[in-house]
């Protein structure tokens, strides 16, 4: 057989070395849930334990869709990677807190269904995200506006998470806050780009500020399962004033107006975190799923 | 001035001729200059464009990790377009001005990416076969003759031989698993198996430019070498996944020490390469269109930094 | 006169974790130094922890040629982009 040297080369790099996940995940990142218990501690209600999980990974779970979807329409080529790279977290943190949410699941005694089993075939309504989570970003400024608002909210979510009496969802919290404050950052900065940017800029960026203002009501807004979880779940209108902190900076750095539109009304009372969401969750939802309901029992 | 020129240009053959680098600030002639800048800006455009068969699939992927996996990929890709444009860069041009010559039409990218992927075998399957190809073009130009290009390939096939990696498995996964899946995969590779030969480009007695390339340790390999190679390595490959390659000539031959394989459809080949593909069009306005509708964006960026 | 779309190129150098020094990696597009920071962390470190990451606009870079040969045909703080590019090959790659 002929023989190319330069395909002993090509052998070489198909061996298997330490470094061996390195395109993907890294290298050098330490399992934030290494040695871990996973039981989850008896003075916690697993039932809720379990639903609040879900309210955090599908929060996660559907912005990152959405991200997912501008893959190969941002503006420049570091922007395609740096957005890949927030939905690559956001993602890793929906499956952390959807296999929390699946074994909080089994300790409450019903049979704990896996990431893939929550993420795939649950309904609409057992979707607990917030409507935030759901919008569809029309340009670049509205992706930037409602990054900034979810990142600045999520941020300091995580931050308050890390205390929690779940040792499990306090190390997800722990991982997941330095990831959100460089998403925070990475927003922040182009707000403030766009903002004080050109004539144009400023008008699409204060535009997209509008667009998303109405849904920051619903984050700070408590819910049941939350107070079913005392000293686990966070307090989320105790984080008004970090959030608003937080986002008046970069608004006043951008040169922006704070909006003052009122917050988009519930339905009977309910809205996301209750599985009630806008007319986009079924569309995502179709295409998130399809593939995995077309082969209900295959293996991946 | 004519004899410093032809000092230099002796210098420049003799580096080429002794399997040395030439690097940014060398002297070297304009031929060289325009055929390299060409070769390595196609290639960047590749793995941009590249990005959207595979990235199609990202928002379906039928489970999370896959979905991970798969993304991740995707941002690979274009971070490899990036490293690319860069190493043309050194040679005189500006990124945007290569961007623009895609979008015009006036350089072109591989033409497997005017094929459709229609189910997600495909991802499996172009992890496979359309990586798999690649990599035998790539492993060669690690040792091209111009540095920033032969130092940007070593990265890159180092991040690509998991991408292969990756989609074998993800095959090997499907092909045992359900009667569909199976299917999936063998109708996938059924779609994909004769465009990847034409990956290597038209046979060698239809390539003018391949022994000037060669000369120049631009290229190092024949088109037709290295299709051999790449269906060699390749059958193996397919006999463990369990799936049929279709192609009824493809036999391995003892005498010759490769395997025999039928004749690819050249008049495909050239329709998609003319630009006549199935996904030609949407390829490029999809580019296009991201490049047009962020000119706003890039355009406040300057701005914000000039008033700092 | 509108404001350019293009952004500007810098050079990106990186020491890693076991590194005593920092090495050129290649080069990116970005409208400010911090964006280009951010920029060099997504594409040259990917998803790996923290490394001591330097951004040096091209256009602030003097480079002497690594051959003797020098063009003299083109003047040294011409094009920005001619300048010695080291990367550190990886150790299991033969033939290079």
Known sequence: ?300 | MEHREQELSEHFEATIARQGRIEPRDWLPDGYRKTMIRQIAQHAHSEIIGMQPEGNWITRAPSLRRKAILLAKVQDEAGHGMYLYAAAETLGVDRGDLTEMLIEGRQKYSSIFNYPTLSYADVGVIGWLVDGAAICNQVPLCRSSYGPYARAMVRICKEESFHQRQGYELLLTMMRGTGAQREMVQESVDRFWWPSLMMFGPPDDKSPNTERSMAWGIKRHTNDELRQRFVDMTVPQAEKLGVTLPDGKLRWNPERGHYDFGEVDWDEFWAVVGGDGPCNAERITRRRTAHQEGAWVREAAMAHAAKR | MPPSADWPLFEVFLRGKRGLNHVHVGSLHAADPEMALRHARDLYTRRNEAVSIWVVPASAITASSPDEKDPFFAPAADKVYRHPTFYQIPDDIPHI
């Open chain 1, 1 to 300: 057989m002929t023989d190319l040297p330069e395909f002993d080369a090509y052998l070489s790099l198909a061996e298997v070395s330490e470094d061996d996940h390195r395109w993907a995940f890294g290298t050098g990142f330490t399992d934030p849930l290494a040695g871990l218990d996973v039981a989850v501690p008896p003075s916690i209600d697993a039932a809720a334990l379990a639903a609040y999980c879900l309210m955090l990974g599908d929060d996660a779970l559907i912005y990152s869709h959405r991200l997912q979807q501008w893959v190969t329409r941002a503006p420049e080529l570091e922007e395609e990677t740096a957005l890949a790279n927030i939905a690559l977290d956001l993602l890793g943190q929906a499956r952390m807190l959807l296999t929390r949410a699946g074994q909080a699941e089994g300790a409450a005694g019903s049979k704990g269904r896996d990431e893939d089993q929550l993420a795939f075939f649950r309904d609409e309504g057992e979707y607990r995200n917030v409507r935030l989570a759901e919008r569809a970003d029309a340009d670049f400024a509205e992706l930037v506006a409602r990054l900034l608002v979810f990142s600045a909210w999520r941020l300091a979510l995580l931050r308050q998470l890390t205390s929690a009496a779940d040792p499990v969802l306090a190390a997800i919290a722990d991982k997941g806050a330095k990831e959100l404050a460089y998403h925070r950052d990475y927003a922040a900065g182009w707000v403030i780009r766009l903002g004080d940017g050109t004539d144009f800029s400023h008008a699409r960026m204060q535009a997209g500020l509008e667009a998303v203002w109405p849904l920051t009501g619903e984050l700070f807004t408590p819910h049941p399962v939350e107070a079913a979880l005392p000293g686990v779940a966070a307090d989320v209108s105790a984080l008004r004033a970090e959030f608003d902190a937080s986002v008046d900076a970069v608004l006043a750095e951008a040169t922006l107006r704070k909006p003052e539109s009122r917050p988009l009304a519930r339905v009977a009372g309910r809205a996301g975190r209750d599985g009630v969401h806008t007319e986009a969750m079924g569309y995502i939802l179709a295409e998130l799923q399809s593939i995995a309901r077309a082969h209900p029992d295959a293996t991946w």
